[in-house]
């Protein structure tokens, strides 16, 4: 009968959220008698069962794939290694655009770079291994960059919207100085120390927003001095620290 299933569905509703509901047609008819409480049991362990079977199946389809790769630390390091090097690529040809298009002064240009890159290489180190496989993996990024700074900068290979975008003045003998010296630092910083120290990070960071923010900073604000560096200014140097600190602990 029909208050025979509603009184089925309210009796299970706290256990099961109405799940055994669709379970339950499998063994009542419109005519079915109340069962009695270990046969209900009995239908209702029977029916958890088919319920916990089919879950299984699904986790098996869905997470095969992934266990695979969490379980094959070369498999894993090898698309970390790919994904990382992509969104470096896509931030670098990013900035070689508004270079290209003089959406920013060269020099602000410059520094976007500089402060963009590097920082987000580093929040891609939790996809690598935590051993030095990874560490050595995650340091051929920016080990490329060195080799395309070198053939840039001795005029090896032609780049102008890269040049544009790394340089002060547009020269190409420029990316032999800070570029290099930038990606030279990334790549050892990861390589030696690896992300479980906190020398990379904060050698990394303060290379990064530190430096980059100060000259943003530095030469839009910075009217005063230091008295011993002409070159530098107080609120740049501030900015500096306050920047490399800021990113060392976020």
Known sequence: MASTF???CITVKSKSNFDFCSHSRLFFSNSSPLPSSS???HRYKFGQ????????????KFTSPVAMFSENPVVSDVIATALSGGIALSLLRLWEETAKRGLFDQKLNRKLVHVSVGLAFMLCWPMFSSGRQGAVMA????AVNIIKMLLLGLGIWKDDATVK????FGDHRELLKGPLYYASTITL?????????????AAI????????????VG??????????NRNKSIVGSIAMATAGFLASIG
């Open 6 to 8: 509603f009184y089925l």
């Open 39 to 41: 046969d209900f049991l």
């Open 49 to 60: 069962q088919l319920e916990g079977k089919h879950r299984r199946k699904l986790r098996r």
């Open 139 to 142: 340091a051929l990024v920016p």
């Open 165 to 168: 975008s790394m340089s002060r």
């Open 189 to 201: 910083a990861g390589a030696i120390y690896w992300r479980t120290s906190p020398i990379a990070i």
């Open 205 to 216: 960071c303060n290379l990064c927003a530190g430096d980059g923010i100060a000259d943003i």
């Open 219 to 228: 030469r839009r604000f910075g009217k005063h001095k230091l008295p011993y």
